[in-house]
């Protein structure tokens, strides 16, 4: 998905899955530029019934970034940043909680389970260092996903401030001119 728009011209992945999907179908953590999509399961209240049981309806939606070097080259002196496929996504606070839970519970994963060594040792080697390879990217993106989500989000209320301040002009340059 992010490499038919020239907007994503930096993610270069050539790939039908994500890097979820590359991981679980295939076994490896692809290189960046990475693809990730992330189904968000929020509330939402509805005006409905006014039963306080049937109140809450269950949202799904589907979040789709990219991971890519800052300079669009490929090489690990490069920052990473991450762009949201669907231009006209603007993270909502509840999209930005999600990401931050799921950072966070990534967090006690690794607290709790990467010194184990009755568990690393019940694994291969390889298994154990390419799970752990794994759990970075996904810190990684998430932790990007956060920073653009805020950003986005910053620069979506500064437009909106400066269309509203537009309008307002407006309606007092026809309210002059009557």
């Known amino acids: 998905p992010c490499w038919f728009d020239t907007t994503f011209r930096g993610c270069k992945s050539f790939s039908n899955y994500g890097s979820s999907d590359i991981f679980f179908v295939y076994g490896f953590v692809e290189d960046w530029p990475q693809y990730w999509n992330y189904k968000i399961v ?6 409905g019934s006014g039963s306080d049981d049937d109140d809450d309806d269950v949202v799904i939606e589907e979040v789709e970034f ?16 991450a762009h949201f496929v669907d231009r006209d996504y603007v993270p909502s606070h509840e999209h930005i909680t999600w990401f931050a839970q799921h950072l966070l519970r990534l967090n006690e994963v690794k607290l709790s389970m990467k010194n184990d060594l009755e568990l690393k040792q019940s694994m291969p080697r390889h298994e154990w260092d390419l799970a752990w390879l794994y759990h970075e990217s996904l810190v990684k993106s998430i932790s990007l996903a956060i920073v653009q989500a805020i950003d986005s989000s910053r620069e979506n209320r500064e437009a ?16 002059c001119e009557e």
């Open 160 to 175: 909106a401030a400066a269309n509203q301040q537009a309008l307002d002009g407006m309606l007092d340059e026809l309210s």
């Open 66 to 81: 990219c991971v890519s070097p800052t300079s669009g080259e490929e090489n690990d002196n490069d920052e990473l940043h």
């Open 42 to 47: 929020t509330t939402s209240r509805s005006s």
